[in-house]
């Protein structure tokens, strides 16, 4: 189905009819296919999934504009509220810097969040070099194989793999780079604690781009009453390292 956001057609996927609802929000150039592998494992009987594509990627529309964390914020508002249900959030690296940024000010049927491997609320200084690297991977599916590959420590299905790269590949410029020259380096830190939704942090041991300590420091302790689970011998992109896990983890939060 899809969604329409002030003119941008969001692409959301739902799986099961069960009375718990479940919102998956990806990360950076990814789109819903990196949650297929967790939702593929939750009781269709019991949950009922929501997988959305951001604008910029997947079957999403390609606006300029929005690839921010108020932007990417919109896009998720809308599908949470489109549930039309309780709600628990489950939203990797990109999506959980933005999941905590819209839960400052919450859909009325947000009830949880489990930040997988999150962006943090902290603004983060430009790193040249990496996005240099991301410059020589955009459009190049055997160096965008190299890029998400070395974020990541266990080795995923050959399908998963296949998703992350081909959706990579697929991604627009403006998802690709709008997010490292505008969103990456927005800070709300302050407002913090405002953040009242009850929140399960998710960590891989040796996550690359944001470790264990960094979502302790930032995340976690930023948020009241919020737990962390970090999972061992686990990179950055949890939802394919680690998929039975993680569906543990939202099963029974």
């Keep these: 189905m899809f969604l329409d956001n002030g003119g941008v057609s969001l692409a959301l996927e739902r799986r099961g009819d069960g009375p718990r609802h479940v919102v998956f929000a990806h990360g950076s150039i990814s789109t819903r296919r990196m949650f297929y592998d967790v939702a593929g494992r939750l009781d269709p009987a ?26 990417y914020a919109s896009d998720l508002r809308v599908a949470v509220e489109a549930a039309d249900a309780p709600v628990t959030l ?22 949880r969040l489990v930040l997988v491997a999150p962006g943090t609320s902290r603004g983060l200084p430009a790193n040249e070099r990496h996005r240099a690297r991301a410059v020589e ?17 266990r ?27 505008r969103g990456r380096s927005e800070d709300f830190s302050a407002r913090m604690p405002e953040l009242a939704v ?3 942090v998710v960590a891989g041991e040796r996550d690359p781009l944001v470790p264990p300590s ?11 009453g919020a ?18 896990d993680l569906a543990q983890i939202v099963a029974r939060f």
């Design 137 to 153: 991977a955009f459009s190049s599916r055997r160096r965008i194989e190299r890029f998400l590959r070395a974020a990541m420590i």
């Design 90 to 111: 489950v939203a990797h690296s990109m999506g959980g810097k933005v999941a905590q940024f819209l839960a400052l000010e919450p859909p009325a049927n947000l009830e």
């Design 155 to 181: 080795e995923p299905s050959p399908e998963a793999l296949a998703w992350i790269v081909d959706d990579a590949l697929g991604a627009s410029r403006e998802a690709w780079f709008g997010w490292y020259d």
């Design 46 to 71: 019991l949950f009922t999934s929501h997988l959305l594509d951001f604008r910029g990627v997947g079957h999403s529309d390609r606006p300029e504009g929005g690839h921010d964390v108020a932007g």
């Design 214 to 224: 960094r979502l302790r420091r930032d995340v976690v302790s930023a948020i009241r």
């Design 227 to 244: 737990s962390l689970v970090t999972l061992l011998g686990v990179g950055h992109n949890i939802p394919i390292e680690a998929p039975d």
């Design 198 to 200: 009850p929140t399960i």
